[in-house]
């Protein structure tokens, strides 16, 4: 935070009392709202963060009902809740507002990193090792898979200096068709 005077932070001050957002505030007295932000949590740490973005289609209520469902067990799944929370509300609400309601509630789908943490929970450091952790990155092991061009005059064959071999199911082969540039 940049150094402000005791007289911008009395302003500040002032100005929040009087219900002023932290917006309103900073276009009022020419500083930034992360500096207006954090005089006003200095002085009022129990001053609640706003956040933006669109209110909530579902009240505090409705999102511990959403919860408590998948809690006690009576629906499995974020779709399963969302079904449930359709029937009860005005407003349909989407499974992704669901998951967002369960994420709130420190709530995660756990059952694939479970199967898999069981699955391998047996492994060596020495099994591991043998893993390759890709993240979906394509990895060329012998050269590029791009284009490679080899400049002829008209009518020359390739000859097999200029021929790079190809790895097909393991095996290295030597493609030798000979291409003609006309």
Same mark, same amino acid.
């Given at each position: ?7 911008? +932070? ?13 917006? /309103?505030?900073?276009?009022?007295? %020419?500083?930034? /709202? ?11 740490? @129990? ?5 933006? %973005? ?9 999102? +511990? ?7 006690? %067990? ?22 992704? !507002? ?14 694939? +990193? ?22 979906? !990155? ?9 284009? @490679?061009?080899?400049?002829? /005059?008209?009518? $020359?064959?390739?000859?097999?200096? $200029?021929?790079? %071999? !190809? ?9 030798? *068709?000979?291409? *003609?540039?006309?």
């Amino acid at each position: 935070m940049k150094s402000i005077s005791t007289s911008q +932070r009395q302003n500040i001050i002032s100005l929040a009392s009087l219900g002023l957002s932290t917006r /309103k505030i900073a276009s009022q007295t %020419g500083l930034g /709202k992360s500096t207006v932000s954090q005089v006003l949590q200095e002085i009022q740490p @129990e001053r609640p963060r706003l956040h933006g %973005g669109c209110p909530s289609k579902l009240s505090s209520i409705n999102k +511990r009902a959403i919860v408590q469902q998948i809690l006690t %067990g009576k629906v499995k799944s974020a779709v399963q809740a969302t079904h449930f929370i359709n029937f009860i509300v005005d407003s349909p609400v989407s499974s992704q !507002t669901v998951r967002n309601t369960l994420k709130e509630a420190s709530l995660k789908a756990v059952k694939k +990193r479970l199967a898999f943490a069981l699955k391998y929970q047996h492994w060596t450091v020495e099994d591991w090792k043998r893993v390759i952790w890709s993240d979906e !990155t394509k990895i060329n092991r012998i050269g590029s898979d791009g284009q @490679e061009y080899v400049w002829k /005059k008209k009518g $020359e064959w390739l000859i097999s200096r $200029e021929v790079k %071999g !190809t790895v097909k199911f393991g095996e290295v082969e030597m493609d030798f *068709m000979m291409m *003609m540039r006309k």
